[in-house]
């Protein structure tokens, strides 16, 4: 059960699209910043193998201009 938390930053003026992007995908909890173009993004994924799928989809996010891992827990 990865769990992983990450700060990520939206391009320019789409901080609403990329809270309604992230909050439609499973395994994502978004916590929009009130002073700060910024959202802390958590995950919890079933396996490792949805968590680097998930990351992925992510990363190919238009909203996203970049992710960044603040911490992360997987169960070996």
Not at 22 to 41: A, F, G
């Amino acid at each position: 059960m990865p769990i992983f938390s990450f700060l990520a930053y939206p391009e320019k003026s789409m901080k609403d699209q990329l809270i309604k992007d992230l909050s439609e995908m499973q395994y994502c909890e978004v916590k929009p910043s009130e002073n700060r173009e910024v959202l802390i993004l958590l995950t919890d994924t079933p396996d490792e193998e949805t968590s680097k799928t998930l990351i992925d989809t992510i990363k190919d996010l238009k909203s996203l201009q970049s992710l960044s891992m603040t911490f992360g827990h997987t169960d070996l």
